[in-house]
């Protein structure tokens, strides 16, 4: 299925019933007076957040969502009944904004978490409200009030305590496939990913993280170069990110320092505070070096960044240095953890 991470809606809740004018009439009851019920309220219509669904393709089709309308009221008092609620269930991660107002409604980050996003009407009032000392044979009714309407932008931000980023053909894919159990597409050609994949990194018998392996970057994605830039959005929500870098590219006019920098470029013009996550340098592909040539390529490249946070060196082919790096990672957002719980990192 094809990956979906945006989609607009039109939510619309059901109508109020409108009250019932109606005067009791029976056999031997003099002057029965006003019985006009109530109308039964409209359906509203609520997002939820739902664990097995992962995209937002299903939008492509169905984009107008109705709740049902409230019943009528009816003579001897009786209430109209109320239109059911619509329940409309979205993947875990989306994000829902008003396309008129620009209004943030709701950010659905937990399972089943559940959001009215359009109320329904009230219903009318029957003439039997109206009843008084002095006007003991009302024949005022109100009408329901109408549904909410509203048009919806749903985004989809996947779930991830870490994200991988770097250059087409940096061996994302191929890492997150050595790492866990994902099976994303793999060729050597660039833009292979056309989508984020996800995968569970288990890391011992209790421990585990989830990975996200994003489309790759080029220079200028913030620009629209490429396909990356509209997959930034997925970063946001990760606690670190793995710069990957190909210590030994195909091309010898390539420079793996300015690939490196480039990116670090486009995500400060996307975002400052994705740029400001933690970002580990993650060396790929070292099984094509020598020791001595990878140890070379290594020191010119650290000299070349300046580079003063974590280095690891893997190789995503053959699982070489990813046990190590998933240890390593793991005790990070475990240290994380207990900084926000402590109230010293944000979470």
């Known amino acids: 299925m094809k990956f979906v991470d945006e989609a607009t809606i039109r939510v619309i809740a059901g109508n109020g ?45 169905a984009r107008k969502f109705r709740a049902e309308n409230g019943q009528p009221g009816a003579g001897r008092n009786m209430t109209g009944r109320s239109g059911e609620h619509l329940e409309v269930r979205v993947p875990v991660g989306t994000v829902v904004h008003d396309v008129d107002t620009g209004e943030l409604i709701c950010d659905l980050t937990e399972v089943d978490q559940r959001q009215l ?17 002095t006007n003991r044979a009302p024949r005022k009714t109100t009408n329901g009030t109408p549904g909410e309407s509203r048009h919806l932008k749903l985004e989809l931000k996947v779930l991830a305590d870490v994200g991988l980023l770097g250059m087409p053909n940096a061996g994302k894919s191929t890492l997150i496939t050595a790492m866990s159990q994902a099976k994303p597409r793999i060729a050597d050609y660039p833009f ?24 790759g970057l080029i220079e200028g994605a913030a620009e629209g170069a490429g396909l990356g830039i509209q997959f930034l959005k997925h970063l946001q929500r990760t606690r670190l990110l793995l710069h990957l870098v190909d210590i030994a590219p195909i091309d010898p006019n390539v420079e793996p320092a300015r690939e490196v920098v480039a990116i670090a470029a486009e995500l400060a013009k996307f975002s400052t505070e994705l740029a400001d996550k933690p970002r580990w340098l993650v060396i790929n592909k070292t099984d094509l070096l020598s020791d001595d040539d990878l140890e ?46 402590a109230g010293e990192l944000e979470a």
């Open 117 to 133: 996003v359009a109320e329904g009407g009230r219903g009318g009032l029957g003439n039997t409200r109206f009843k008084s000392s």
């Open 192 to 215: 292979t990913t056309l989508h984020p994949n996800l995968g569970v990194v288990r890391v011992g018998r209790l421990q585990s993280f989830v990975m996200a392996d994003i489309p």
């Open 17 to 61: 019933g409108h009250g019932c004018l109606s005067f009791r009439r029976e056999k031997y009851v003099a002057r029965g007076g006003p019985d006009g019920g109530d109308g039964g309220h409209g359906g509203g219509v609520y997002l939820v957040a739902d664990q097995s669904l992962n995209t937002l393709a299903d939008f492509r089709v």
């Open 296 to 341: 070379v390529a290594r020191e010119m490249l650290l000299d070349e960044l300046g580079w003063q946070g974590p280095v690891f060196e893997v190789s995503a082919a053959t699982g070489a240095g990813t046990e190590a790096l998933g240890h390593a990672v793991i005790q990070a957002l475990e240290e994380m953890e207990e900084l926000e719980e």
